[in-house]
């Protein structure tokens, strides 16, 4: 069964760099074509995809958000990392993972197909 | 960045009524396009990708459709279970993106 669950702080004040962590299990990153991203949600808004790490170790970022954005994946502890530096209040979110897998196994080019239960996050001092 | 456009941003709608949701691409995006359904207070779930193909397990009630820019989702029969949020999603080019969602309402 494939699963993920994300963690990390709860609150955090302006300024503050963010770190949340993604253990999954049920999978390898370490399988050609297999893909994590982490994906935002404020209260009420919509989704917006943030940053993926891919199984050969390439990264991918938002283009409005790469400059505070940093992923990277522990293949070992299955954990994929994600830092988000100088927190605003605009960023309190509902921060989800979620997993992609390419059958073909060259790209990371699908759909997720599993998403972490998320975690809530309130940036507030 | 490729823009995703979904209309409309609310839809009403009786159980049993057919409905179709549309989201259009700033760009071609062939057909790599997802749909997900979100209910309050959980993750989304994928119900439709490469626009048109039915992830496992999700009714057949639902069917997507469409290439290029223009795709759409259409539920053949609202269950009472269906009213709720639906996004669309492009992963054809980095940075993927998602619509803006639209909820379906009962009338």
């Known amino acids: 069964q494939v699963t993920l669950r994300e963690s990390g702080p709860a609150l955090v004040k302006p300024t503050q760099t963010l770190t949340l962590t993604c253990t999954f299990s049920g999978f390898s990153l370490s399988t050609s074509g297999m893909c994590v991203s982490w994906i935002r949600q404020p209260p009420g808004k919509a989704l917006e995809w943030l940053a993926r790490i891919d199984w050969d170790g390439d990264k991918y970022y938002s283009t409005s958000l790469k400059t505070r954005l940093t992923i990277s994946k522990d293949t070992s502890r299955n954990q994929v990392v994600l830092t988000m530096t100088n927190m605003d209040p605009v960023d309190t979110s509902t921060y989800y993972c979620?997993?992609?897998?390419?059958?073909?196994?060259?790209?990371?080019?699908?759909?997720?197909?599993?998403w972490g239960q998320g975690t809530m996050v309130t940036v507030s001092s | 960045d490729i823009q995703m456009t979904q209309s409309p941003s609310t839809l009403s709608a009786f159980v049993g009524d057919r409905v179709t949701i549309t989201c259009r691409a700033s760009q071609s995006i062939s057909t790599w396009l997802a749909w997900y359904q979100q209910k309050p207070g959980k993750a989304p779930k994928l119900l439709i990708y490469?626009?048109?193909s039915l992830e496992s397990g999700v009714p057949s009630r639902f069917s997507g459709s469409g290439s290029g820019t223009e795709f759409t989702l259409t539920i053949s029969s609202l269950q009472p279970d269906d009213f709720t949020t639906y996004y669309c999603q492009q992963y054809n080019t980095s940075p993927w993106t998602f619509g803006q969602g639209t909820k379906v309402e009962i009338k």
């Open positions: 979620a997993r992609t897998y390419d059958s073909s196994g060259y790209y990371c080019r699908d759909a997720f197909d599993i």
């Open positions: 490469k626009a048109s």
